[in-house]
């Protein structure tokens, strides 16, 4: 099976623009979460999807956001996007359902806004 | 909230010996999950070993193995005979059993970053 795909891979955003970025879960997985991680904080948990539903967010602001489309594919939306949301964003999935199913991680999108 | 603690942000161990990266964590609640992640150089997280809090006997994986103090919240990794290609990050993490409580998700300790000596 194919694993958790991202694109774009790399991206560069200058500050005040918004950024979308995509994320494929491996077949049959119903469930997506998206980290960020940075040197400073660390990995934080974002939000996670289930069956198109968000079914927890971490603490981010609004300007945060995601969706998840009927084909388990997700995508994180950042507007108004600042400095400090320069990171890497991870997306992984788990077949959904029970919270305490493996989650498996894609190789990340790395923003950086200038 | 819960939190992870990993207190050795870097250690260092001969190939073939083994090496314990420890974790510490803080939660009110009974039932959870405990989850040791590497993230090698190339950045993909890869699952190391997941440990039911229900469950009192340790996790093992190979040459990989926990030591799970419930009462002491401490959930240590132990490699043993390490090999080179162990060398990564290693993270611990934390999630709650019941999904929708507000923020969710893995809570991930700050990593240890380990190192291998040929």
């Known amino acids: 099976k194919a694993g958790v795909t991202q694109t774009p891979r790399y991206l560069i955003k200058t500050r005040g623009q918004q950024v979308t970025l995509s994320c494929s879960p491996i077949?049959?997985?119903?469930?997506v979460s998206w980290y960020q991680q940075t040197p400073g904080q660390g990995l934080q948990f974002l939000f996670e999807?289930?069956?198109?539903?968000?079914?927890n967010k971490g603490n981010f602001p609004g300007r945060f956001s995601g969706r998840q489309f009927s084909n388990s594919r997700s995508e994180m939306n950042v507007s108004t996007l600042e400095l400090g949301d320069s990171a890497l964003y991870l997306c992984?999935?788990?077949?959904?359902?029970?919270?305490?199913?493996?989650?498996?991680f894609g190789p990340g999108t790395r923003l950086t806004v200038t | 909230a819960q939190t992870v603690t990993q207190s050795q942000p870097e250690m260092s161990v001969q190939e073939a010996e083994t090496v314990t990266l420890s974790c510490t964590y803080d939660?009110?609640?009974?039932?959870?999950?405990l989850f040791w992640y590497k993230q090698p150089p190339s950045r993909q997280m890869i699952l190391v070993i997941r440990?039911?809090?229900?469950?009192?006997q340790n996790a093992t994986e190979n040459r990989f193995s926990v030591n799970f103090q419930k009462a002491a919240k401490s959930f240590s990794l132990k490699i043993s005979d390490s090999q080179l290609g162990d060398a990564a990050m290693y993270f611990c993490?934390?999630?709650?059993?019941?999904?929708?409580?507000?923020?969710?998700?893995?809570?991930f300790g700050k990593g240890t970053h380990l190192i291998i000596q040929p």
């Open positions: 992984a999935s788990s077949l959904g359902g029970q919270v305490g199913y493996e989650q498996y």
């Open positions: 077949s049959g997985h119903r469930s």
């Open positions: 999807y289930f069956s198109e539903t968000q079914r």
């Open positions: 939660t009110s609640e009974s039932d959870y999950y």
């Open positions: 440990q039911e809090a229900y469950k009192q």
């Open positions: 993490a934390y999630r709650s059993m019941y999904s929708g409580g507000g923020a969710d998700g893995l809570t």
